[in-house]
């Protein structure tokens, strides 16, 4: 009878370690099923940020082409200040923001010399963030904006002008008093002293 009464005891004792052994890893695919639903969660948020991260990095690129000086080079440009682009096309100080999916996306863009300093380059860098509980999603996309369109001096009409020495007062005529230059009713100019050809 003692033979009997022990067997029954390792058989509960059996049992209990069972349950153990099936509680730990029912804890652990609980954890990684809620890991993986956060992740997906995540990610569900992230997609829209990516897109207005390049949208406004897109229209960075926009406005820099269109107005260099204007838009990413000059003051009142601050480096490393948030700044948006406008409707218009224009760079303006501060933050934007875009809601989403019930969530409220702030997105802005700063502009950062490249290093070495090179006046035609700069590194503009789109953050948007979002809220994630008590804290924040971020997206960050960065790229090198060259200017690669100086329009220092457009001659559009060969007729002469005076006033025309030095720092250049309209910018439409050409100054011919120096009598190097000479200029065709037929529209075209050559240095006097060499033939048409």
Request: glycine share 10%.
């Amino acid at each position: 009878m003692d033979a009997l009464n022990s067997k029954s005891g390792q058989s509960l004792i059996e049992l209990l370690i069972a349950i153990g052994i099936a509680g730990i890893f029912i804890s652990g695919a609980t954890l990684s099923v809620d890991v993986a639903l956060r992740s997906t969660t995540q990610n569900k948020q992230a997609q829209p940020a990516s897109q207005l991260a390049q949208e406004l990095l897109d229209a960075v690129v926009v406005a820099a082409r269109a107005n260099w000086q204007g838009n990413i080079a000059n003051p009142p440009i601050v480096l490393g200040a948030p700044y948006v682009i406008t409707a218009a096309g224009a760079s303006a100080a501060g933050t934007e923001f875009k809601d989403l999916n019930g969530l409220r996306y702030t997105r802005s863009f700063a502009v950062a010399d490249v290093s070495p300093v090179d006046s035609s380059k700069k590194s503009i860098t789109v953050t948007v963030t979002w809220p994630v509980g008590a804290s924040l999603g971020t997206v960050t996309l960065a790229r090198i904006v060259t200017r690669n369109q100086n329009a220092v001096f457009r001659q559009t009409d060969w007729s002469g002008g005076s006033g025309q020495f030095g720092v250049f007062n309209d910018a439409t005529k050409f100054d011919t008093q120096s009598g190097e230059i000479k200029i065709t009713d037929g529209g075209s100019i050559y240095l006097n002293g060499f033939s048409a050809p």
